[in-house]
């Protein structure tokens, strides 16, 4: 199963500094179409995302543009429309020095990649439930995501399998280096392999505040329903140091809501997740 994400600070009144700090940041984060719909379950967000966001100090609001007919596709889904228009939006204002981070986990990470280029540029992998250590480029000496990262975690991340895969789909790093657009775009952070193809893993935007795993940060902490998901204290640090940088990046927005109402009724906190735990890949999902 290709689990995903994207996530981004959401827009209504923009208004920026560079130097003040945020401490009520809001991240969007994008619902997906469910498989086979039922009667109020159209849409779903794992809770393991939200929990990400939330143990470093934001707030979640889920984002639905829903076209009915489901099955995400990162070319015809409703899923991909929403993902354009924000990556529209965050390109727009980074380029107006409005800062709006972005962060593409797996199907978010694969989205991101065909935003940027344009292209259906994936290669098929064996990368479905496996953790991994991450393979390094020395790009990372001067990484805005792993620089607040300590020394000895880096050192655990590139030893031990702390990285959790669940996608057929990678972006191989020849795809990367032979493509202009992704190439000039982001910064390659980590690369693996699955023994036949060597793929992107870890990317930051040269340019601008956009980030993307094709591993699951978030599942270390919050996810127990599949037995390569890893559960050690570095894999724990991992998913916290990595929300605590995406949530620090969001601090640097000041976007709002027009009133507190408004702020209000869009929060998560009016939803309830479910149980799903033996039966699915997410111990606990919002449905939509
Ligand atoms: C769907 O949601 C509506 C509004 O909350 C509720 O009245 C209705 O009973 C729900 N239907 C099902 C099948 O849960
Ligand atoms: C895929 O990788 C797993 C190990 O993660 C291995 O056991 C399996 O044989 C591989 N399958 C193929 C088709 O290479
Ligand atoms: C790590 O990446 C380098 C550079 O692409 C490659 O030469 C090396 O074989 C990779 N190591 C592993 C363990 O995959």
Redesign the pocket.
Known sequence: MILSLFFMCLSCLPFYSSDKINDRPIIGVLAQEVYSQKPNQTAYIAASYVKFLESAGARVVPVMILYPGGGVSIISSGYERAAKIFYELAIEANSRGDYFPVWGTCLGFEQLMYLTSEKTILSQTNTSGVALPL?F?NEIKDSKMFKDFPAELIEDLATQALTENSHKWSLA?LTHNSNEELKMFYKVLS???DGKV?FVSTVEAYDYPIYGTQWHPEKNAFEWTRPYIPHSPSAIKTTFYLAQFFVSEARKNFHKFESEDEESKALIYNYNPVFTGPKSGFEQIYFF
Do not use: L
């Open positions: 393979n480029t790093v690369t693996n392999t060597e």
